[in-house]
């Protein structure tokens, strides 16, 4: 069964930083693009940034660009947004999610297949 398991997030002075893992369980983490996501209160989800499945493209929303990084470790099936510089308007539900692809990156939630549970993420002093 594919299973995808968030753990970090949490509550961090804006400025701060946060670690997010997305782990893998169930499939060969290496055939699968990594996306992660937010959904703020009363807004629609949207792509914050997500990585092939060799690890070779990754892709960021402007709004994050130079503050997160997205990584991979297919050895340990997992995937990591480090967040970086946060500000109060990345407070949201943060989710992983993943979809077949080797070498596509895409941020658009409707091609991902998988999701994990969503870890809430807050920016505030």
């Known amino acids: 069964q594919l299973q995808l398991v968030q753990s970090g997030g949490g509550l961090v002075q804006p400025g701060g930083s946060l670690r997010l893992s997305c782990a893998a369980s169930?499939?060969?983490?290496?055939?699968?693009?990594i996306g992660w996501f937010r959904q703020a209160p009363g807004k629609e989800r949207e792509g914050v940034s997500c990585i092939s499945g060799n690890g070779g493209k990754t892709d960021y929303a402007d709004s994050v660009k130079g503050r997160f990084t997205i990584s991979r470790d297919n050895a340990k099936k997992t995937v990591y947004l480090q967040m970086n510089s946060l500000k109060a308007e990345d407070t949201a539900v943060y989710y992983c999610?993943?979809?077949?692809?080797?070498?596509?990156?895409?941020?658009?939630?409707?091609?991902?297949?998988?999701w994990g549970q969503g870890t809430q993420v807050t920016v505030s002093s």
């Open positions: 169930g499939f060969t983490l290496d055939y699968y693009t």
């Open positions: 999610a993943a979809r077949p692809g080797i070498l596509q990156t895409t941020l658009a939630a409707r091609e991902y297949d998988y």
